[in-house]
């Protein structure tokens, strides 16, 4: 971890808020960014109180960037890990390349698989070597196709005794999801949007509880410090002047039909959408 006078020199010039208005300034598609930008705000906040700024993060799954580049705006020393990560499918064409753009600002971007085919070749036992004081799990989880367990085990072997992991993921047990299956809706990816336009990875496999969530981080060497299920999508909303919101806004009627379900999830909150895990790894006796 760096020392209390390179944490210093490394304090951010600017705050999450402005960091994350900041990435948005600068991408040419915004879909992605307007539904997540309050996830991303919560990240940085969140890092920022277990991790200190200049510390060495890694971000699992990086695509489309994101993330890297906020953490990277904020201080601290960034490596991106992604399975393709010169794929060009986030951007519009013609425009640079997520991983492009990240090595342009002095990120170190790795080619790295979370996906364990074989998990008897992930040691059970936690590692003492890894390097990174933390590492962002964020909407990974989900899209994990055979063994989270070894995937997670494995993330967890690029983390330093004492370092964290930040993990979040769709919650199996959110109230709208339950209200779609009384209607034999899925819960997860739109199944029309599949067909040719969507790889096996962008499906949304499957979803856990936070009680599974802090089981699977236990099960990698770590000890959950931070458990809880937040809802970060459901006051967010594009205002006119084309900045984002994350209160409520009596801008339309679906804003205002939010407002029984909004009071459900202050008296339940795990009916929220997302779960959030922080854990810290331990150390061995």
Known sequence: MPNSSTIQQSVPAIS??????????????????????????????????????????????????????LLKMLGYDVTSFDFDPDQDMWEPAGVIGFAQRLRNEGI????????????SAVPQEASEEGTLDGVVFTEILEHL???????VRRVG????PGGFIFLTTPNRGYGWFRIKAL????????????????????RHVWQY??????????????????KEVRNFHLWTSILSDGTIS??????????????????????????????CVVARKKRKK
């Open 16 to 69: 999450s808020t402005e960091a994350v208005a900041k990435i948005g300034e600068s991408l040419a598609d915004l879909n992605l960014y307007h539904l997540q930008a309050v996830r991303y705000k919560w990240l940085a906040d969140t890092i920022a109180k277990f991790v200190p700024t200049g510390s060495k993060v890694g971000d699992i799954g990086a695509a489309p960037g994101h993330i890297s580049r």
């Open 108 to 119: 170190t971007v790795v080619h790295w698989d979370a996906e364990v085919d074989d998990p």
């Open 145 to 151: 196709y055979r063994f989270p367990f070894a995937s």
């Open 157 to 160: 072997h690029l983390v330093r």
């Open 183 to 202: 209607f034999g809706r899925a819960s997860d990816t739109d199944f029309e949007l599949l067909k040719d336009n969507f790889p096996p990875h962008m």
């Open 209 to 226: 509880t936070l009680k599974e969530c802090c089981e699977i981080v236990e099960a990698a060497g770590f000890e959950v410090v931070l």
């Open 246 to 275: 994350d209160r409520w806004q009596p801008s339309s009627l679906k804003q205002f039909l939010k407002l029984p379900f909004a009071l459900f999830l202050l008296l339940f909150p795990s009916f929220g959408s997302t779960v």
